[in-house]
């Protein structure tokens, strides 16, 4: 993932007999993430014949068509015609929405903040500080439902994964590798370190919005101590652990 | 109308499952459903349904299974031993258990996973416009011997029973298509053409989420390099860590970061799935132009409906020759 960004054109790629990928980079970088987030509101906005879904990745979209409707070179040759069009300059759209996070950044909920702060060259206030300052965006959601990627952090962040030790952490756990951040569904293994702990739970299967958070979402979080984090999830109970939306537009 | 299929007895890992969630990968859900499509769609066709029923999927092994009111069902997918009250059933076919009976259905004969459809579907609550249990999601859980299943239940479900349905042979393993994917370029040709030469078979690393496919002969000292993570799908060969390639399956993260070597053409995803551990499988590269096009759930549903046959009662699957009357007419030969 610390690879030199690629300069070309994007690459139209086929992925099975009804997807197609669109290939910003082949290394995350601002750069392709941004053009990501702009070509999808674009290919939203846009409506195409037979689009079934349209999913970003970090460096990449997935588009879903139904063959029945529209065919891979014509979705291919309207997306080219899109490309086409699109400014040299791409920056992501403005959020849609933007989430408050409560989050606590001490103690047990924060295991590996002090290491993190240290490879990143920081001290653990001014970890905290860039933690809580950076308004991040969902640039991704998957690996488990409703699991976000966050990105990107300050380019001192750009810190690999551990590549042997794993530990577990817990559902809610905020953990930093490469410049993103990813809050965990569920209990699950990681070589990303933790740094923090939400009471947000971004998958509830029976809730009337099962998933919290949608791609694009800017984000940012709100210190608090684990006995507050623990308060607002005890009052809000409805599994967002006072979590707070805006809608921006 | 309704029935209760009670579960007296049941294999591991077994659910109920029907087409699964599309549309949800931006939430990070797969689309999970049956493993075997095709059976899906085979029940379907059997029971005069245009579109897939939730049914059982069953693993290896069945279970034992009652009543409280009759129901038509299909068995589909791996053909197993199936009884109701010691009476042998036709596999791939439908057929009527009334309250009292008891079903029971073995091990597979061949193939891996069998299906147990009733007429009406499992009639249990959608959850995210589904009724599939999607164990790596969370949502919903294998059944167990106590589980008492809804099932709608219709009129006209008595004339559905005794319907049959040759399956395709997909049970014995054999080649598959394998479409170029958004990384078989990043793979050497050679590699590519070493993966193509190799046998495999299903290892045991195999569940809901991957098929593990394992060859002595394939060692590849390739890496592909360190990718940024991407959108991954049921059919995606994944080339992990070691060299060992895994196929995804129905309950797939949706993003991933090892390299994919190319994606099972859909059409032949059903054989993989039914593939025993002591199936023989291998791949072939095939261009998109060169490989059967998309068929609609619907088409292939309508496609399979035409080739129903009644089903006549095979002297071989009959338990007991002598309680029946073979050819009438016929007298004992000691009245002369």
Redesign the interface.
Known sequence: ???SPQRSAPEL???????L?L?F????TEEANAAVQAFRARAEAADLDGV?????????L?L?FD??VTS?AALAEALRAMLDGADAATAAPPPRRRWIIPACFEGADAPELGEMARLAGLSEAEAIRALTETETRVL????????P?LGLLPPQWNVPRRTSLTREVPAGALVAALRQLVLF??PSPTGWRQVGRCALRV?Q??AER??AL??GDALRFRAVSGAELERLDREAGDGLGGAVLERLR | MSAALTVHRIGPAASVQDGGRPGLLASGLARGGALDRRALAEAAALLGARSPLAGLELPGTGGAFSVDAPITFALTGAPMAARIDGRALAWSATHRLHPGEGLEIGAVRRGAVGYLTPAGSIDSAPLLGSRSAHIAAGLGRWLAPGDSLPCATAPGDEALAGRLLSPEDRFSGGVLRVLPGPQTGLFPAPLRAAFAGARFRIGPRTNRQAAELLCPDWQPNHHAGDLVSDIIGPGDIQITGDGTPFVLLAECQTIGGYPRIGTVHPADLPTLVQSGSDAALSFRFTAEEDAPAWVPEAEEIAALARRITPLRRDPATMPDLLSYQLISGVTAGDDA
């Open positions: 993932m610390t690879g790629l086929p992925h099975g007999l009804d997807g990928v290939r980079a082949t290394a995350l079934l879904e349209i999913v970003p990745a970090l460096a990449s997935y879903r063959p029945a891979r991704a959601i998957g690996f488990a439902p409703g699991q990627y569904a569920n998958f299967p029976e099962p998933f949608q791609p």
